[in-house]
């Protein structure tokens, strides 16, 4: 059975990094063809994918925040690490992290729970 | 960067009516395209990828057609358990993107 869940702080400050750990279960990011991506959801508002790292290390960014992106993996610790650097009130929201289907399939099949992300002084 | 739109924003119906919602890309995608459900403070919920592969365990009453830009989930029969949110991706190319979602009330 494969699980994810979302950690990290539930309110930052305007210019912060956030640091976000995603935990998994059921699955390796070693295993050929497995990835885990990151999506937030601003409060009423639609899905947004942020980013998806692959069990060779490949990483892809949303080209709009690439730049305050940064996503690692830990697959020792089942582990995937999502950082957001210069944070501001608009990245309010909630931020999943999912599994990648499988091989040549970039949509999510496993969700977790999500965490809410408030950013304001 | 491949935009993706959904029709209609939102829809009310009735339980037992068939609902549609269209999703359509700004470029070909050839089925790279997948479709969620969301209820209110929940995660989404795969039904279906491929634009037309059902999930494992999605109730059959969904189903998903289409090809090139022009998309399509259908419900054949609404249950009191569908009225939610839904939204389309493609996988076609990163970055990855939704739809805006489509909105099912009941009406």
């Known amino acids: 059975q494969i699980t994810l869940k979302e950690s990290g702080p539930t309110l930052v400050k305007p210019t912060q990094t956030l640091t976000l750990t995603c935990t998994f279960s059921g699955f390796s990011l070693s295993t050929s063809g497995v990835g885990v991506g990151w999506i937030r959801q601003p409060p009423g508002k639609a899905l947004e994918w942020l980013a998806l790292i692959y069990w060779n290390d490949d990483k892809r960014y949303s080209p709009s925040l690439k730049s305050r992106l940064t996503i690692t993996k830990d697959t020792s610790k089942n582990q995937v690490v999502l950082t957001m650097t210069n944070m501001d009130p608009v990245d309010t929201a909630t931020y999943y992290c999912?599994?990648?289907?499988?091989?040549?399939?970039?949509?999510?099949?496993?969700w977790g729970q999500g965490t809410m992300v408030t950013v304001s002084s | 960067d491949i935009q993706m739109t959904q029709s209609p924003s939102s829809l009310s119906a009735s339980v037992g009516d068939r609902v549609t919602i269209t999703c359509r890309a700004s470029?070909?995608?050839?089925?790279?395209l997948a479709w969620y459900q969301q209820k209110p403070g929940k995660a989404p919920k795969l039904l279906l990828y491929a634009a037309s592969r059902l999930e494992s365990g999605v109730p059959s009453r969904f189903s998903g057609s289409g090809s090139g830009t022009d998309y399509t989930l259908t419900i054949s029969s609404l249950q009191p358990e569908d009225f939610a949110t839904y939204y389309c991706?493609?996988?076609?190319?990163?970055?990855?993107?939704f739809g805006q979602g489509t909105k099912v009330e009941i009406k």
């Open positions: 470029q070909g995608i050839s089925n790279s």
């Open positions: 999912a599994h990648r289907h499988g091989s040549e399939i970039d949509a999510f099949d496993i």
């Open positions: 991706q493609q996988y076609y190319s990163t970055p990855l993107t």
